[in-house]
């Protein structure tokens, strides 16, 4: 069954997980019905300074602004059913957590945990405070997934990129997609 995804993405660092994310949707295609993005102000600056360069408007998804209450994946009507936060910064979990929907990101992810749909936090931060840590339990408590931005290395990366593409190919396992990645066999 192909999936509905709304991908939002906020100023926290990180930019690498956003665009990995992106580039895998775009090969998953087929997989896909649709993909909504929705970026922060911050988002947009922090992509442009972490990656050099401004191709973040430039996927072939339709985009919606920050504060486009309009949006379809604003109700639980437009039966979208994952919403990925990446990289997803302490303020908007927060947020996430407190039932705020001041923008469209936390207005989206408030519709799919009441919906009852998947929402993946790539929580990217360290370290933790105690409110972090109870915010993401909170969210996890209201059916949320915490996925922190923590590459792994098995895979033996040689590369940023490389590096990066463990958590993004984690996500892409977390909303259900097929998805030729790395696989741990044991020693």
Known sequence: MK?????AVTGASGSIYAK??????????NQ???VAVVMSDNAKQ???FEL??????????KYYAKNDFMAPFASGSARFDTMVVVPCSMGTLGRIASGVSDDLITRAADVILKERRRLILVA???PLNLIHIRNMQTVTEAGGIICPAIPSYYSKPKTIEELAM????RVIDLIGLENESYRWEGI
């Open 3 to 7: 999936k509905k995804i709304v991908v």
């Open 20 to 29: 990995l994310l992106l580039d895998k949707l775009q090969q998953l295609q």
């Open 32 to 34: 896909v019905t649709e």
């Open 46 to 48: 922090v992509w442009e």
């Open 52 to 61: 050099d360069d401004a191709a973040h408007g430039s996927y072939p998804f």
């Open 124 to 126: 990217r931060d360290t």
């Open 166 to 169: 463990t958590v993004v190919n």
